[in-house]
């Protein structure tokens, strides 16, 4: 099993930054697979962050390419979500996710483990 706690929400103007994080317990992540997703209010959760532990690769979804970073920490077994530039849109749940399959997947059912979700509101 693997535990994961997301956290480093809140409420930002647009313009500002924030960093989430996303520390796993229960097992290393080894190789597998990692992601960010969201959803606000209505609509359906969407990666926009996906990477695997093996490999430097990282998917960002072309809705926050340029203006997110993730980053790893491997000792602490913690990714981090650093959004900068953020927008209106941007206001959802965040939520970190972890995969069996070391791959770069975005589909949210090809994830097996949750974390509670933050919420990040960005006000205009």
């Known amino acids: 099993q693997v535990q994961l706690v997301d956290s480093g929400g809140g409420l930002v103007q647009a313009g500002g930054s924030l960093r989430l994080s996303c520390a796993a317990s229960?097992?290393?992540?080894?190789?597998?697979?990692m992601g960010w997703f969201r959803q606000a209010p209505g609509k359906e959760r969407e990666c926009v962050v996906a990477?695997?532990?093996?490999?430097?690769?990282?998917y960002y979804a072309n809705s926050v390419k340029g203006r997110f970073t993730v980053s790893r920490d491997s000792a602490k077994n913690t990714v981090y979500l650093q959004m900068n530039s953020l927008k209106p849109e941007d206001t959802a749940v965040y939520y970190c996710a972890a995969s069996k399959v070391n791959s770069i997947v975005i589909m949210p059912g090809m994830y097996d483990y949750w974390g509670q979700g933050t919420q990040v509101t960005v006000s205009s």
């Open positions: 990477m695997t532990w093996s490999s430097s690769y990282v």
């Open positions: 229960g097992r290393t992540f080894g190789s597998a697979g």
